[in-house]
C-alpha cells in the first residue's frame, strides 16, 4: 500500500529523487508546516530495510514514521488508555484527561499528513487542505458539542483558542525569543502581521455587533428581536467566510511569497526538513482518515465529559473551555513556534500563532455557526461581553505590539501577562449549566445574576 512511500526513502533511488525533486517545485513550505516539522525527528529505517517482503517492508515503514516519526510519539499510548477507560468505566474526569493527551499527538500528525500529501498534490491544494485541517481538533471538538447543545462550550472553546494563540503562544514565544537573542536585534516582515491582524479587526467586529444589538435591547434603545440578531450573526458569518475565502486567495496566488517560509540553512539546526515524501499519497489519505475518526472519537469522550472533569477538579467549565482545551489540543504547534523563536525566526513563529487565530477566528467560528443553523441549533456570535471583550483587547495588544515590526523580550512578557490575567478571571467565574441557554437568549434572571461570582 505504501510502495510509493518506500520509494521515496532510499536515497539512492533514482526515481525516488526525480519525484521528490519535481514535487519540490513550488512546494512553498508554510510556517505551519515548519512549526509542527520542528517535533519531528528522521526515522532510523536500517531494520525495516531488511524486510523481504515488500508488503510488509512498506506497511512497517508506514508504522514507523507515523508512530516514531514525532517527538511526541510518547504521549500515543493515551489515546488506547483513553478508549479502555470509557468502555471499563473508568473515571470520567480520566477519560477526559487522557482524552486530551491523546489529542495532542495526533493533532500533529494530522498536520505532518497534509503536508506529505501537499508533495503529490501541489501547494495550492496542499495549502487548501492544510487550511482546512489545521484546525480540525478544535472544528470536531465544536460540531460534538453542538450535536450535544452545548453550545457554551464551543463559543469559549473557540475564543480560547484565538486567545491562547495571540497572547499565550506570541508571548511565551516573544519571551523566550528575546531573553535567548538578548545581544541580537529580533526582527520581522510586518506585511503578513497586518494582513492577519486586520482581519482579526473584522472578525472582532463581527463579534460586537451582536453582542451590542443585545445591550441595546435590554437598555429599552431598540426594539430588535432575538430572531434578529440570530439572522445577523448568520449574516455576519457568511461576510467572514467570504473574507477567509479571499484571504486564501491572497495567501496561496497572489501575495504567497508573503507566507512562505524559508528552508532552515543551519545544518546543526535539529528542525527536520524534509525534500522529498516519506509516504506514499494513498497512505497518506488512508492515514489521514483514521487520524480523523480518532480524533473524532476523542472530541467526543472530551465533549462527554467536560462537566464531570469540572466537578472532580473543581474548576469551572469556562476556564477549562477557554484555557486548558486550546493549550492541550494544540501543544505541538505551540511548542515549535516557540522553539522558532528560541533561533531568531520570527516570521515562522507569527505565522503560526496569527496564522492560527486567524483560522479559527474568521473558519471555524463562522462554519461554527453555519453547521449549527444546518442542524437546527440557535448558535449565534454573540460570545457575551467578558469573552468577547477579552478578544478585542487580545488583538488590539497583539496589534499594538507588532506595529513597530521589531521584538524584545518585554512585549512577549506584556502578552502573557495579559492572558494570565484574563485566565485568572475566568478562574474565578463560576457559570452554572443551568444558565447557558438564558445567557444565550439574553436574559439573566435575578437567580441567574446572583449565581455569578466577581472577576
Known sequence: MASAGYEALEGGNLKGGALSKEMRHGHGRTAHNMSSSSLRKKSDLTLVSKVRC????????????????????????????????????????????????????????????????????????????????????????????????????????????????????????????GLANLRKEQSFDRKQADVNSGLLMLGALCHMLPLMFRHAISSGELTVTTVSTLELSRACSIVMLLAYIAYLFFQLKTHRQLFE????????????????P?????????????????????????????????????????????????????????????????????DITLGVSLGSATQVSMFVVPLSVIVAWIMGIQMDLDFKLLETGSLLLAILVTAFTLQ???????????????????????FV???????TNDINLGVLTTKSVAAFRPC
Open 54 to 177: 515488500g508488503l510488509l517492508r512498506s506497511l512497517l515503514t508506514n508504522l514507523q514514521e507515523i508512530f516514531l516519526g514525532t517527538k511526541l510519539f510518547v504521549l500515543f499510548p493515551a489515546v488506547p488508555l483513553a478508549i479502555a477507560a470509557h468502555y471499563f468505566k473508568f473515571g470520567r474526569a480520566w477519560v477526559f484527561a487522557l482524552s486530551l493527551l491523546g489529542l495532542t499527538p495526533l493533532a500533529e500528525r494530522v498536520s505532518f499528513l497534509t503536508e506529505q500529501i501537499a508533495y503529490y498534490t501541489g501547494p495550492t491544494v496542499g495549502g487548501l487542505l492544510n487550511a482546512t485541517c489545521g484546525n480540525a481538533t478544535e472544528l470536531i471538538i465544536a460540531i460534538f458539542a453542538l450535536y450535544g447543545g452545548k453550545i457554551e462550550v464551543v463559543k469559549c472553546s473557540l475564543v480560547g483558542s484565538i486567545l491562547s494563540n495571540l497572547l499565550l503562544v506570541l508571548g511565551t514565544s516573544l519571551l523566550c525569543g
Open 261 to 276: 517560509s524559508q528552508e532552515e540553512d543551519d545544518d546543526n539546526d535539529d528542525v527536520t526538513s524534509e525534500d522529498e
Open 278 to 346: 516519506v509516504i506514499g499519497l494513498p497512505s497518506a489519505l488512508a492515514w489521514l482518515l483514521g487520524m480523523t475518526i480518532v480524533i473524532a472519537v476523542l472530541s467526543e469522550y472530551v465533549v462527554g465529559t467536560i462537566e464531570a472533569a469540572s466537578e472532580s477538579w473543581g474548576i469551572s467549565v469556562s476556564f477549562i473551555s477557554i484555557i486548558l482545551l486550546p493549550i492541550v489540543g494544540n501543544a505541538a504547534e505551540h511548542a515549535g513556534a516557540i522553539i522558532f523563536a528560541f533561533k531568531n525566526k520570527l
Open 429 to 435: 467565574l463560576k457559570t452554572p449549566p443551568n444558565q
Open 404 to 426: 513597530d515590526g521589531t521584538s524584545h523580550y518585554l512585549k512577549g512578557f506584556v502578552l502573557l501577562l495579559c492572558y494570565i490575567v484574563i485566565g485568572a478571571c475566568f
